[in-house]
Structures are given as C-alpha cells and as structure tokens.
C-alpha cells in the first residue's frame, strides 16, 4: 500500500520530466491526463507551463521594446521641437489654403519603415486616400508620392497607377536636413504638380498624433492666386530683392518651402511612430501580465486539483484496507 | 557702398502707408472653413486632417505707427536661433548685397547668399555667417530669416577657410563637366564669403 503510494508519486514527479503527449487539435483542453499504472490518472499542468512561459518571455520583450521606442523617442522630439520655427514663416508669408482649386494634386504621404506602431500608418493612408477622393474629379489628376513601407503595401493593392514615386529606408541613417533636401529636390525634379499636399502625423503628446496635412503650392499657382485675390493678395506689396524676376524667387521660395516643410513632416512622423511604437507595447506588456496572471490561478487550481485527487485516492484506498 | 546706404534711407522713409485693417496673417489662428465643408461633404465619417494654420503661432496685427524695435525670427533647420527677439536693426547678406533693415522696413522677400548677419541689439552686435536661405520682412516690422546652416563669426577657423579657398579654387580651374563647374564655382563663393566674413 505504501510501495502503491510511492509508486504513483514517483510517476508524478517523473511525468514533467518525461515529453509529454503531444497536444493534438482533439483535446483543446489545458489539462491533459495521463493513464498511470492501476488505471490512475494525474492531471499534468505541462500545458498551462509552457504557455506561462511564452507569455513571460513576450512581456519582456514588449517591455524592452517600449524602453528603447521611449529613449529613441527622447532623442528625436527635442530636434521635432527645434524644427517647429522652420515652417511658420513661409505660412505666414503664403498663408495655408488647403481648399485651392488645382489641376494637378500631388499627395506625398509619409509613414514608418517598421510595424508595431499602432494605427498611425492606417490613418495616414485612409487621410490620402480620402483626400485623393476629395481632389480628384473631371480633368484634375491626383497622384501619390509615397514614403515608407507600411504605406507602400497598403497602397501597392489598390491604387497602383496613380503612385509616382516610392521611396524606402528614409531612417537608415539619422534623419538630416541634407538628405530631406535632396529627397524634396528628386520629387521636384521628376513630378509635375499644382500643389503638394504632405499628409503626416503631427506629434501632439506621446499619447496623441494628429493626421495633419500641409500644403505647398507651386510658384505658377501662388501667382495666380495672389493676383485673383484671396488669402494671399498681399503677396504683390512685397519688394523682391535679388534675382531677375519675381517668377525665379517664386520658384526658389517653393522649392524652399517645400524642403523644409518636409523635414519638419518626417521628424514629426518618425516621433509620431515612436511615441504610437511605446503606447502599443506599453498595451502589449499589460496584456500579457493580465494572461499570466490568469494563467497562474489556473496552474495553481489544476495543481491543487491534481494533490487534492491525489490524497483521496491515498486516504480511500487507507480506508478501504482497513475495512 | 553708396548705392546700399541711400537704398536704406529710402527704404525707411518711403514706407508709412497705414493700413487700418491689414494684416498677412491672421491674428488668431485660423481654420480653413472651405476646406472643412468640403471634406465633411465627401467624407462624413472621418475627421478632416489639422492643417498648419491650426498650430501656428499667433503674429501681431499691422500697427499703424512704426513701432520702435524690429522682432526677428531665426530660424534653422535644427534650432531656432532667435525667436520673436525685439532689437534694433539687422543686417542681412542678400544676393543683391548687405541690405540693413530697420523698424517699419517695406515688406520684402529677399533671397540670401552666403554671407554675414549681424544683429544689433543697443550696443551690442552678433554676426553669424550663413549660408544660403530667405529672408521675409512683413508689414508688422516682423522679420523672418530662415537659413540652412549658420554660425557664429568666432567659431570659423581661419585655417580651414584659406585650404578650403585654395582647394576649391583648385577644382574649379580643373573642372570639365558643367555639375563640377559648378560645384566648384559654389564651394569657392562661400569660402570667399568666409574669408570676407572673418576680415571684414
């Protein structure tokens, strides 16, 4: 009765050690049973352990991953903040008309390389999209100019035609105002446009990223609007210093304009992706704390259960010898 | 010399043309109403995206007297040098030449070369060297002046200056394709502009 006893224990303590039978899609249960020597069953908690275990190792590394997004982000809101003054003159100056009736649209989206990062790429692409619906009517012609690979694959599926330029691996190196000029002057020089319209995620707070949407007119537009009146008729009343003609600053200052407009957008985007990147292993990390959690008070019940089954089993058979 | 000097005075005393209700921006940020509608009409279900108007800083109105300092606005791409400072008089390398501006100066947008700024503020005077950039003075005696690169005339060493002068100069008598040319052509004006900035 004894031997009985140690023998069952022995099982028990061997069974971890043991392979356990593989999970098959017959038994979605947790516990799985073992069908001991005498007929005896001990319930493993085999299962519910390796699941602890994965859901620890995925808590830490979500955690390591907030830890990193949360000092790369440091780094890049303070050159966001600094940047802040580059576009605010030439709004004041040309004033912001996203409303401008124009023939040629050209929408330069900006998105992140890299995933994890919440919904911020999805809402930069359905704000293009929208807008591309918005612009797009009898003889006027929208095209996309895209920047990243979330929003390349978005739109690789359905609007194919209409993109002019893909580019990728914008922050292989750290992000500079040289590489954005010449990155602005390649759009410039192989795209014919009306107005630009860059769609970003503006960086509010760590917890908040505003799609925002900028718009750069080209000199032959800013012209005719300063001439037909509206928000930029005072354009006219500024003397022009240097160049021959107004026509050659006007096209210095677009071009200007847009490069720094752009250097500004892709810092915002890229602190908007760190920010988003924390709050979602941030959510990541939480989440699998509250499994483990759930999963310890199941392990410890089926580990209860198991003794508990055990001990009856003991005590009846004790009692049953007895008489 | 002469032909800059009487341009300043004129500048100054031509300009008094007193406008009651101007102003190139608002004076409360705006939103565009249009824009707003539009979208809504086309896609009601989705917010419309912020556009910059909504985060712009707020700039004064046009005053109708010429007001006593000039508030300047420096900014670079990494930093914002000087961000609405009030001082005296500025003066600002534009490709036609140093062009000082003065409280109530004609609006102008003005292209820079490389060349020095200097701010003077009461008794004292900061130069920096920049490089290419705009400059916008509006009509409410605000001055902008965006560059790409800028830096402090003390910081420059002089050394660099003259190998890189004499460098240049180098590449430009040997060039042969029109881009070299005027690469080199480049590299030698700004280092003139250099070496001018640190003996002038």
Redesign the interface.
């Known amino acids: 009765m004894a031997m009985a006893a140690f023998r069952r224990e022995g099982r028990r303590f061997a069974a971890p050690l043991l392979s356990p039978r593989p999970i098959t899609a017959v038994r979605p249960s947790l516990f799985s049973e073992e069908d001991g020597h005498a007929g005896v069953r001990s319930i493993s908690t085999q299962v519910v352990r390796n699941r602890m275990k994965s859901v620890k190792n995925i808590q830490k590394i979500t955690k390591a991953m907030k830890m990193v997004a949360a000092s790369k982000l440091r780094a890049i809101q303070v050159?966001t903040e600094?940047?802040?003054?580059?576009?605010?003159?030439?709004?004041?100056?040309l004033?912001?008309?996203?409303?401008v009736d124009v023939k040629k649209n050209v929408i330069v989206t900006i998105s992140s390389d890299k995933g994890l990062c919440g919904g911020i790429n999805s809402t930069a692409v359905?704000?293009s999209k929208?807008?591309h619906?918005?612009t797009s009517g009898p003889d006027k012609e929208t095209k996309y100019v895209i920047l990243g690979e979330k929003a390349k694959a978005q739109f690789v599926r359905d609007s194919k035609k209409d993109i002019e330029i893909i580019i990728t691996e914008l922050q292989k190196n750290p992000l500079n105002?040289t590489q954005v000029?010449v990155l602005a002057d390649d759009i410039l020089k192989n795209v014919e446009f009306d107005a630009l319209r860059i769609?970003f995620n503006?960086f509010h707070s760590v917890v908040s990223f505003?799609?925002?949407?900028?718009?750069v007119l080209s000199p032959e537009v800013v012209e005719r609007e300063s001439e037909s009146g509206g928000k930029?008729s005072?354009l006219d009343?500024?003397?022009?210093?240097?160049?021959e003609t107004k026509g050659e600053?006007l096209q210095?200052?677009a071009e200007?304009q847009f490069s720094?407009?752009m250097?500004n957008a892709v810092l915002e985007n890229a602190c908007s992706e760190q920010g988003a990147r924390m709050s979602a292993m941030d959510n990541s990390s939480r989440n699998a704390g509250d499994m483990l959690d759930r999963l310890t008070l199941t392990y410890n019940r089926t580990r209860q259960a198991s003794i508990t089954t055990e001990l009856i089993e003991i005590i009846s058979g004790a009692s049953a010898l007895e008489g | 010399m002469f032909r800059q000097a009487s341009r300043l005075l004129a500048r100054t005393t031509a300009l008094t043309r007193s406008r009651a209700f101007?102003s190139?921006?608002p004076a409360t940020p705006a939103v565009?109403s249009?824009?707003i509608d539009?979208?809504k009409k086309?896609?009601p279900n989705?917010e419309p995206?912020?556009?910059?108007?909504s985060?712009?800083?707020t700039?004064p109105q046009t005053p109708t007297s010429i007001p006593s300092k000039l508030t300047v606005?420096f900014?670079?791409?990494?930093?914002?040098e000087l961000?609405a400072k009030e001082v005296d008089m500025v003066i600002i390398p534009?490709?036609?030449g140093q062009?000082g501006v003065l409280p109530g100066h004609?609006?102008?947008?003005?292209?820079l070369?490389p060349g020095v700024l200097s701010v003077h503020e009461g008794n004292e005077t900061k130069k920096y060297f920049l490089s290419s950039?705009?400059a916008?003075i509006?009509?409410n005696s605000?001055a902008?002046i965006?560059a790409?690169e800028a830096v402090p005339v003390d910081h420059i060493d002089p050394n660099l200056v003259q190998k890189g002068l004499a460098e240049f100069t180098q590449k430009l008598s040997s060039a042969t394709t029109d881009l070299e040319k005027a690469e080199a052509q480049i590299g030698v004006d700004v280092h003139s502009a250099l070496n001018s900035a640190l003996t002038g």
């Open positions: 050159r600094n940047s802040r003054g580059l576009w605010q003159p030439f709004s004041a100056l004033g912001d008309i996203p409303s359905k704000t929208a807008l619906k918005l105002y000029a769609v503006k505003l799609p925002t949407m900028a718009t930029i005072e009343s500024y003397e022009i210093e240097g160049g600053i210095n200052l200007f720094c407009v250097f | 101007s190139e921006v565009d249009t824009f539009s979208w086309v896609i989705m995206p912020s556009t910059p108007s985060f712009m800083v700039r606005n900014v670079l791409p990494y930093a914002s961000s534009a490709t036609t062009m004609v609006p102008t947008i003005a292209e070369k950039g705009f916008f509006h009509a605000v902008d965006i790409v």
